[in-house]
């Protein structure tokens, strides 16, 4: 990664499409991976492909990772938005 002004790195040139993952935390497992199915249904029938991640020492948080083909940064956008925005979903990275 180049660096701008020795401080700010430049952001890196993402070339569309491209496989993008998205990782997905929250607390009740079968209701992540359900908004994890839904998403990608509505945001135009992705295929993608699903695997349980972690699990907290406490067993209270979950993640999956979830990864589609996004055709454009907006679209990658949308997704992370839609998993943000997600009442079943704490975090998504």
Same mark, same amino acid.
Not at 45 to 69: I, M, P, R, W, Y
């Given at each position: 990664? =180049?660096?701008? !002004?020795?401080?700010? #790195? $430049?952001? #890196? $040139? /993402?070339?569309? #499409?491209? =496989?993008?993952?998205? =990782? /997905? /935390?929250?607390? !009740?497992?079968?209701?992540? $991976? =359900?908004c994890i199915k839904h998403i990608m249904k509505e945001t135009g029938d992705k295929e993608h492909v699903c695997t349980l991640g972690n699990q907290s020492k406490t067993g209270k948080f979950h993640s999956f990772n979830a990864s589609c083909t996004v055709d454009t940064e907006e679209e990658r956008n949308k997704i992370f938005k839609y998993f943000e925005d997600h009442d079943d979903v704490d975090m998504v990275i």
């Amino acid at each position: 990664m =180049k660096v701008l !002004d020795g401080d700010t #790195p $430049e952001r #890196p $040139e /993402i070339n569309y #499409p491209t =496989k993008w993952g998205f =990782k /997905i /935390i929250g607390r !009740d497992k079968a209701a992540l $991976e =359900k908004c994890i199915k839904h998403i990608m249904k509505e945001t135009g029938d992705k295929e993608h492909v699903c695997t349980l991640g972690n699990q907290s020492k406490t067993g209270k948080f979950h993640s999956f990772n979830a990864s589609c083909t996004v055709d454009t940064e907006e679209e990658r956008n949308k997704i992370f938005k839609y998993f943000e925005d997600h009442d079943d979903v704490d975090m998504v990275i």
